[in-house]
Each structure stands twice: as C-alpha cells, then as structure tokens.
C-alpha cells in the first residue's frame, strides 16, 4: 500500500515542533511523529537545516524524500498541498496579521520562553534534567545526568543569541506578563486569535506557550496567576482536531474586537522596534543590536534569520492589493506596527 504520511521529526520539548505538531492535527493531515536522534530518523534523509521540526514530504512513489526545515514556509507549503482547515485567512489583510502575529509568537515569545528557561535554575534544571530522556527513555542515569550537563552549557552559551541577558530581562519579564494578561482579555470573546477558527498566529504563540504556561515553573506560575484561561487554552490547542470551522468564523477587520488592537499594541511595543533595530544592525554589519524597547535599553547580537522575517512580512505588505492596504494600515495605524511597513 502506498504510505502517503508526513515524517514529522522532532521533539515534544521544543516548541516549534510542538506549533507544527499542533497544526498537522487541527488541519487533519495524517503524519507519523519521529523522534530526533532515533532510530527511525535514521531511516530518513538528512534534514536541511540542524534544527527541530523537520518535515519530510513523500514523493510520487510515497517515498519519504523531500525534508524541509522553519515551521513557517512548511506551514505555507501545507497550504499549498491541502487546501481544507486553512490556516491562513483568505482575506489578504487579515492573512498579513496573522502573519504577523504567527511572527511574534516564533520570534519575541521565543525570547521569553529562552530567557526564563535558560536563566531561572529551577527552569534550567527542570527542563535539562528530562529532556535526554526524551530522546531515548531507557539511557542509563550517568548518561542521563552527562547529557543534562551538556545541554544546560549548551543552551545557556546560547542564550546572548536570542537577547536575554541583564539588560534586557526587565523588558521580557514586563512583556511576558502583559502578554498573558491581554491574551486573556481577548480570549474571552472569542477562543482564537482571529476569531472562533485558529491561524497560524495562533499556532506560533501555542508552540511556545506550551513551555512557557504549561511546563516551565518560572513562567508557568507567572501565566496561571495571571490567567488560568491561558494554561486551559495552551493544553486544549494540542489537538482541536475535532473543532468544525467555517470561513464565517474569520472575525471581520473592519470591525475588529477592542482586545485585538491592544495586543497589536503589545506587538507594536516590544517586537517592531527589535525587528527594526535587528535588520538595520544585520544590513549595516554591525556587531550588535543596541536599541530601546519600552522605554527601556535592549542589546543582543544581531540576528540574521529575524530579519528575513521581516523581509517576508514586509513582501506579503506589497503584495496587497489596495483596499487591504487601507484596512491593515487602519489596523496597525498607531500600535508601533505601522513604522515595519511605513517605509516599504
Ligand atoms: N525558525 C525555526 C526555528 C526552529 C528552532 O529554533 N528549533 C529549535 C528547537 S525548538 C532548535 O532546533 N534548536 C537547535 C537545537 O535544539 O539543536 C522554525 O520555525 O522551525
């Protein structure tokens, strides 16, 4: 028989592939899950880039062939190949904050769910300690504790990469209670982000919400405080699967709900200035990103993947057509958004 299911490898603590996982079930698209580092990966081909998920396409034959790593071009490719549950609204106005708010959620959250996992011992310990056994649950404990070591080093020398350090950890511990309390706010007349169905930008803020408000006790404890809604949203959002949508279900964003022009808000205030200050420092080779966030200094090494994420957002800007310019120029005018687009 002809064996058409994705290959999905990856790991169940890394939350991009937890945002993919995610999204395959909500969208019914049959794949087996593979774990990283196991045997049956070795069956597979070598992923593209060295990095958690990684989704292998089948061929004609069924063959599983064709790997593709970064959650957001597989989840473009995913459209492209099963058009039913779509996760990018229709609308092209609506699509362009969706993708925005899927960015967000991969790029300014990440930081958060680094930041407290990597700098808080309880955080670090928890998450270094069980991992290796993800991998392969029978390692021997002296295995088991070497591998922890090193995946503590590991991700701690990482940590400048993504921004956390002393300067910055006011600004993502401010914002990462800010967020849950809006999220809460919006959530409460709707159960996604862009209405009763989920986007993209749903998925790329679950996937890092599911370390962040379900399994890290630093900010676990931080979001159940705040919103217990939260941790019931991030654990029901694993598989909506059963969930029947319509494209009815799509808010309209010519009348918006308040609560999502205050979380563009929170967007605007936190991620755009970083994703400004991030592709001026790449494109002008500087060695670091020095800027201010929310009123606050921000300095990290630049990094060059997250301004090609604002290439690609600033792309999907042009190619609007000129009603859903006005409706997303409408939308963004005065949360900080508008300065990404203001001069494409
Ligand atoms: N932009 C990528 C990011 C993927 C990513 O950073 N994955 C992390 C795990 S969540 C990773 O593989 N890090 C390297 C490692 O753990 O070896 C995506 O959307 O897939």
């Not at 019931?232 to 029947?244: M, N, V, Y």
């Not at 630049?302 to 800007?317: G, S, V």
Request: glycine share 6%; net charge negative; hydrophobic share 40%.
């Amino acid at each position: 028989m002809m064996q058409t299911d994705l290959r999905l490898i990856g790991s169940g603590s890394s939350p991009y592939t937890r945002k993919l996982r995610a999204a395959l079930r909500y969208r019914r698209i049959p794949y087996r899950f593979v774990v990283a580092g196991s045997e049956e990966q070795k069956a597979l081909p070598e992923r593209p880039l060295p990095l958690m998920p990684c989704l292998v396409f089948p061929d004609a034959d069924g063959e599983p062939t064709d790997p593709m790593s970064d959650t957001t071009p597989i989840l473009n490719r995913l459209e492209d190949d099963f058009p039913e549950r779509s996760l990018r609204p229709a609308d092209p106005a609506l699509r362009l904050i969706d993708a925005l708010i899927e960015d967000y959620g991969d790029e300014w959250l990440s930081k958060c769910m680094f930041h407290y996992r990597w700098a808080f011992a309880p955080d670090t310990k928890k998450a270094s300690s069980y991992m290796p056994y993800g991998h392969m649950i029978s390692m021997p404990p002296s295995a088991g504790m070497q591998f922890e070591k090193s995946i503590a080093e590991r991700q701690i020398s990482r940590i400048g990469v993504v921004g956390s350090n002393e300067t910055t950890a006011p600004v993502i511990e401010a914002s990462w209670s800010r967020f849950v309390s809006l999220f809460d706010e919006h959530i409460q007349s709707q159960a996604y982000l862009l209405g009763n169905r989920p986007g993209a930008g749903d998925f790329g803020c679950y996937g890092q919400m599911t370390m962040l408000v379900i399994t890290d006790p630093t900010p676990m404890q931080i979001a159940l405080d705040i919103s217990p809604r939260a941790y019931a949203w991030t654990e029901k959002l694993d598989d909506i699967s059963g969930l029947e949508v319509s494209d009815s279900d799509w808010i309209d964003l010519n009348h918006p709900p308040a609560t999502l022009r205050k979380l563009l808000d929170e967007v605007g205030r936190v991620y755009a200035p970083f994703l400004l200050a991030n592709a001026a420092s790449v494109e002008q080779g500087l060695e670091q990103v020095e800027c201010e966030i929310d009123g606050r200094p921000w300095v990290q090494d630049p990094f060059p993947y997250q301004a090609k994420c604002l290439r690609w957002l600033r792309e999907q800007y042009a190619t609007l057509p000129n009603a859903s310019r006005e409706t997303v120029d409408a939308t963004l005018a005065g949360t900080g958004c508008d300065a990404l687009f203001a001069a494409s």
